[in-house]
């Protein structure tokens, strides 16, 4: 207890002496500068955080120019509730509030958006590791299930922004930075703002040698997007990224192995060859884009409108197969917003609309003879089709009282046809039962900086077409999807010029038919439905500019963030497999406690230091909770100067280093593996340097 209390006793014993000393400082108008308020946009149109009844994590520019630029981890790990893992470079997982069990690999059970593009497929499937961290300027995140607006999902929302919606300069930057372990990475991006037109082109390359045998990634990235502004309010624009990926996946190492020599590969053992020898890895190349158009019929009503398309093409040779896949998705998504006429004291808006989505797989199992593919074991076509209807009414009553109401209606089927080796001519179809996902939520402003909300949703979250056709390459139609109901409370409390803000809340999320997976001898997967979870939880995110940022002194400003998840996630009773009876063991893959914190130090002359530490207590490595990732503290620190030439023109020079204590831990642990097979290794003390020019 100790350990999870000290973080908060420290900042208010800091921002109280801080704040004492600097008294009269802050009550000059030229030392103290209003902070923007953040907004959000997830829940259809544009709104203030402090007033949004939901639990939601905002990731702007300026947090993501602090943190390394080489993988998404770190950011992610920095909002309560959100626990992101890297397996090896190029191998992510991403969880919300306890939906990892699901994801032996990839993100499944998030849904994520690409501005108003799914990035998520009508498979369930997400490729955020196709996604190059310099392109992305904003992160929402939205906790907890929310189907209602965004089609079925248990685990949450995250929505990326490749282009800051608020700029309008004309700009060239490049970027470099390299380091430990072979570390190179590159970055380009251009901003053509002419009258109503706006172009923006990224490019960026990626290739690290990673910290463990056969580990290497590189990954090529290309962005563009162009709008145009058709009327005063009306624009359209047209996005698109090209990906293409590798990298080699070591494997898991059982406890004796991992204590003996961490970057170690997967060995071989008396009957299966190990990762080098079959050069196990991903190759992976995304092609996604689409059209996005906000017209503003009138005054009152205005409509969104995106239609989208994806084309993968992904290959794994793996220890005893030779996987290949092809995915083509193609959608669209479109809801209208009527204003009602502003009153004294009520406004209101309501949302109407359908998201659609169609993806067509062909799943593909070869044998793998030492990283060639060898003859064909088994080859599927799977059709999936996902697609709901959504409404939205929420108002504002004295300017005080938020409500909301929301209701979709979600349609999900896939039918299968294996080619061989049954040579099948028809497809068998597979239908679940259409289903209601609704969601109230409301919040009370008792002052004008202090809110308190709640609000019950339900989730629901059908299995994804990897957990459908998994590794052991036998269709399941019999799997079910898990559902539940979320209920939440919490308060958001912020000071005057709002350079401090808190953000707390608690919830309980109670999960029927949890999907978990299975393992057999050779490795491969199988997925099926325990009997569910239970999730009670609490969550709290504080910042506070200690010292505001002003122009005189040797610190110029002085930041400090504290991010708190703590839970008590469990098994539900009756869950038994065989004689193993495991109601009641802590939920596999996610730790109680996790606590992150950060200072941002501003000096004279563009000068800063950012250094953060994150504590995640033991993790349970399979649903028995007979073996635990033990707890870890990790420190990283970045330091920078600035020089602009003008205005606009300016160049940053930065050296930053991760693990900074050597911590031996395991980010990515290979959960309820076969042989205790539970440790991935991540890279000890790490360093690196890099530059950014704008002009």
Not at 455 to 467: F, H, L, M, N, W
Not at 498 to 521: C, E, G, K, T, W
Not at 597 to 616: C, G, V
Not at 630 to 657: C, M, S, T, V
Request: charged share 15%; net charge neutral.
């Amino acid at each position: 207890m100790i350990k999870i209390y000290f973080p908060l006793v420290f900042i208010f014993v800091i921002s109280l002496s801080a704040k004492a000393q600097n008294k009269s400082d802050s009550l000059k108008k030229d030392s103290a500068k209003l902070l923007q308020a953040v907004t959000v946009r997830g829940y259809l149109s544009e709104q203030p955080v402090l007033s949004v009844p939901a639990s939601v994590g905002v990731i702007n520019q300026a947090q993501l120019n602090l943190q390394p630029d080489n993988s998404f981890i770190s950011v992610l790990n920095s909002v309560p509730g959100v626990r992101a893992e890297e397996r090896s470079p190029g191998s992510y997982r991403l969880s919300i509030r306890g939906s990892l069990l699901r994801s032996p690999f990839g993100v499944r059970d998030v849904k994520v958006y690409y501005d108003e593009i799914p990035l998520t497929d009508a498979g369930g499937n997400t490729y955020l590791n196709a996604i190059d961290f310099n392109s992305v300027h904003n992160m929402e995140i939205l906790k907890g299930p929310d189907g209602s607006l965004f089609g079925a999902n248990s685990g949450g929302v995250v929505l990326l922004s490749p282009v800051n919606r608020h700029a309008d300069s004309n700009y060239v930057s490049a970027g470099l930075n390299g380091g430990s372990y072979g570390l190179l990475h590159e970055n380009t991006a251009l901003q053509q703002h002419s009258g109503n037109y706006q172009l923006n082109l990224n490019q960026g390359y990626e290739s690290y040698g990673g910290y463990r045998q056969h580990s290497y990634m590189q990954r090529h990235y290309v962005q563009a997007v162009n709008n145009w502004t058709y009327n005063k309010n009306d624009d359209i624009r047209v996005l698109a990224f090209y990906s293409d990926l590798n990298y080699e996946t070591p494997g898991g190492l059982t406890l004796s192995q991992y204590q003996t020599n961490p970057q170690w590969a997967r060995l071989p053992t008396k009957t299966i060859p190990g990762a080098i020898q079959q050069k196990a890895g991903i190759y992976q190349k995304v092609l996604s884009g689409g059209i996005v158009n906000e017209y503003h019929i009138n005054d009152q009503l205005r409509n969104v409108l995106s239609v989208f398309g994806t084309y993968v093409d992904f290959a794994n040779p793996f220890i005893t197969t030779y996987g290949q896949r092809y995915e083509g998705t193609y959608g669209f998504r479109t809801y209208f917003e009527y204003t009602g006429k502003k009153r004294t004291n009520y406004d209101w808006k309501a949302n109407l609309g359908v998201e659609w989505q169609q993806t067509n797989s062909d799943i593909n199992n070869y044998g793998n003879r030492n990283g060639v593919r060898d003859t064909a074991q088994t080859l599927d076509k799977i059709n999936t089709n996902q697609h709901f209807f959504f409404a939205r009414y929420s108002a504002d009553i004295f300017k005080r009282l938020h409500i909301e109401a929301a209701l979709s209606l979600n349609f999900y089927d896939y039918k299968f046809l294996n080619v061989f080796p049954n040579n099948e001519t028809a497809y068998t179809d597979r239908y679940f039962t259409p289903q209601f996902m609704p969601r109230i939520a409301l919040s009370y402003q008792l002052t004008n900086d202090f809110i308190w909300r709640a609000s019950v949703s339900r989730g629901y979250s059908t299995p994804t077409t990897a957990e459908i056709r998994p590794t052991d390459h036998t269709i399941n139609p019999n799997l079910q999807a898990e559902y539940g109901w979320n209920y939440e409370t919490g308060f958001r409390l912020r000071n005057t010029d709002q350079s401090m803000f808190l953000d707390a809340s608690v919830f309980y999320y109670h999960v029927q038919n949890a999907i978990v997976p299975r393992f057999n001898a050779d490795g491969s997967e199988y997925f099926i439905n325990a009997s569910g979870t239970n999730q009670p939880g609490a969550e709290l995110y504080f910042t506070d500019w200690i010292i505001r940022q002003n122009n005189s002194g040797f610190i110029r400003g002085l930041q400090f963030n504290e991010s708190i998840t703590l839970d008590k996630f469990t098994f539900s009773s009756n869950y038994n497999e065989g004689t193993a009876n495991y109601s009641g063991n802590p939920l596999t893959g996610v730790p109680e406690q996790v606590i992150v914190t950060s200072f941002q130090i501003k000096f004279p002359q563009y000068l800063y230091l950012f250094i953060e530490h994150n504590y995640t207590a033991r993790i349970p490595l399979n649903d028995g909770s007979t073996a635990y990732a033990p707890h870890y503290n990790l420190i990283q620190a970045k330091a920078g100067w600035q020089h602009k030439f003008n205005r606009k023109d300016r160049l940053e020079i930065y050296a930053g280093a991760d693990n900074l204590l050597n911590e031996k831990y395991s980010l990515g642990d290979d959960l309820n593996a076969v042989g205790g097979r539970y440790y991935n290794a991540a890279p000890l003390r790490n360093y690196y340097v890099g530059f950014n020019v704008v002009f």
